[in-house]
């Protein structure tokens, strides 16, 4: 069984030998070999025993889910999620101007990154994402339409490599959750905001049973503000127009 926290540190055992005084003495020197290179261990974060679904890092009582990495790009584009996730609401219901720069944080495949630039023919859209398949996806993708305002850009797992109070708009579509280090991006997305900027969270309803999506890949609308709180964002708004996410609108002080 390997394991890796969050860092370039990475440990093989075999899974017969894994017993819970082992587990928690790996965590223990995991998580002190990672510290040099990992903001915060520590600090906000806590470890635990992963669940099934999660990385066994913890962050203001919610342990992180795995990343959905680019072989998932079949869900991400799969024929009935409009009609499943009212996509075609969200995004216009997004708040935009014709001349906004956004970032799209989180992009994946541009799913969304696509229909939002053609709402902002003045400005553009950054989208965001750590994995280059997902970037180069983008890039041919936007080619293919000829939408020229979408960037892609090369984010990493504690920032979002935006310019300074360049933002207008940003959102992240079922993709906060998994954030290795919630807090450093929150804080770095925050930065890149302009003042009164603000910042969208749309997440699968967790407070909703019915909606069939796994536990650790939900948040709850309480747990979403208390993260952005945290980080300096003021909430707006949270929309349940949407059959099974949140959308919840925060804004950076002016």
Request: with cysteine; net charge negative.
């Amino acid at each position: 069984m390997r394991f890796k926290l969050g860092c370039r540190f990475l440990l093989e055992v075999p899974v017969p030998s894994l017993t819970k005084a082992l587990f928690a003495t790996l965590l223990i020197s995991l998580s002190t070999a990672c510290s040099a290179e990992e903001p915060n261990v520590g600090g906000p974060y806590t470890f635990t025993q992963p669940n099934r679904d999660g990385i066994g890092k913890v962050y203001m009582g919610r342990e992180i889910s795995h990343v959905m990495g680019h072989l998932g790009t079949g869900w991400l584009e799969r024929p009935e999620r409009e009609r499943q996730e009212r996509t075609d609401l969200l995004i216009n219901n997004l708040p935009l101007a014709d001349n906004f720069v956004v970032a799209d944080i989180g992009a994946g495949t541009g799913y969304f990154s696509m229909p939002v630039a053609r709402k902002v023919p003045e400005g553009k859209v950054l989208a965001v994402d750590i994995q280059p398949e997902m970037l180069a996806i983008i890039e041919q993708r936007s080619e293919q339409l000829g939408i020229e305002n979408v960037e892609a850009v090369m984010g990493s797992v504690t920032n979002p490599n935006l310019p300074a109070n360049g933002v207008d708009l940003a959102f992240i579509v079922d993709a906060y959750h998994e954030f290795s280090h919630p807090l450093e991006m929150g804080q770095n997305i925050v930065q890149a905001l302009k003042p009164g900027g603000q910042l969208v969270l749309i997440e699968y309803r967790s407070e909703d049973p019915r909606v069939p999506i796994k536990r650790l890949h939900k948040m709850s609308e309480a747990q979403a503000k208390e993260e952005m709180m945290a980080i300096g964002l003021e909430w707006v708004t949270t929309e349940d127009f949407l059959p099974q996410q949140h959308f919840m609108v925060f804004r950076k002080p002016l």
